[in-house]
């Protein structure tokens, strides 16, 4: 059971380059998420799926897509890297009730994308 | 979601127990009292999370006052592995624009020491 898998674990772009950043959970959870994490500005939620063939804009959606490929997979892709995506970027996962959205969240290791 | 405020800093040896205050005097009835952990360069760590009860789990055990302004997370025995940034968020239960949204503040870097 390895939880939530996050690859590439470093990634340097060069402006206007574009990748995909792939993120597998094997909980069976409905719900995924990605965030970025930027020094003093905590973690902000990117885009997240409540469940499989659903995608919703979070707080920094700008310069990002998504896509939620099956239960298992969500990936983020920058399709015109910038320096201010800089950052480093974590994926999670969680259970999803039906009557309640409380339930913890489990995160990746993350992926550390410098652009330069 | 309500505002937390934590120490910046604690430091505890090793076996003994880590007792780490959190404040979140503005808390509504709705939300949660969530702890989370991050060791260097790795991603958060859910801890254990609690709504007015006190709660326990095999990581560490979660008191909330009476009135909910506060709560307290324990870890019973520090280990050296135990040493990371621990947060304190309340969240609100329910979804709607709140959904997925985690508002981690500058949590207590606990350092454990031998």
């Known amino acids: 059971n390895a939880g939530v898998t996050q690859t590439p674990k470093f990634q340097v772009l060069k402006t206007g380059q574009s990748m995909t950043l792939q993120c597998a959970q094997d909980m069976n959870h409905n719900s995924m998420y990605w965030y970025r994490q930027d020094p003093g500005m905590g973690l902000r939620l990117i885009y997240y799926s409540a469940s499989e063939g659903t995608t919703d804009k979070g707080e920094v959606p700008n310069g990002y897509n998504v896509s939620r490929l099956n239960k298992r997979e969500f990936s983020l892709r920058l399709e015109s890297a910038a320096p201010s995506q800089t950052s480093v970027y974590f994926c999670?996962?969680?259970?999803?009730?039906?009557?309640?959205?409380?339930?913890?969240?489990?995160f990746g290791n993350g992926t550390r994308l410098t652009v330069t | 979601d309500a505002k937390t405020t934590q120490p910046p800093s604690m430091d505890c040896a090793e076996g003994r127990a880590a007792n780490l205050p959190c404040n979140h005097s503005t808390i509504s009835g709705n939300e949660y009292v969530y702890w989370y952990r991050q060791i260097h360069s790795q991603g958060p760590q859910y801890i254990i999370h609690g709504l007015k009860n006190n709660e326990t789990n095999e990581m560490a055990s979660l008191i909330i006052t009476e009135d909910r302004k506060s709560s307290t997370l324990i870890l019973p025995h520090a280990t050296l592995r135990d040493t990371a940034v621990y947060y304190c968020?309340?969240?609100?239960?329910?979804?709607?624009?709140?959904?997925?949204?985690?508002?981690f503040g500058q949590g207590t870097i606990l350092t454990v020491h031998p």
């Open positions: 968020i309340v969240r609100v239960a329910t979804g709607g624009t709140s959904y997925g949204k985690l508002t």
């Open positions: 999670a996962s969680s259970t999803r009730e039906a009557s309640s959205y409380n339930s913890p969240l489990h």
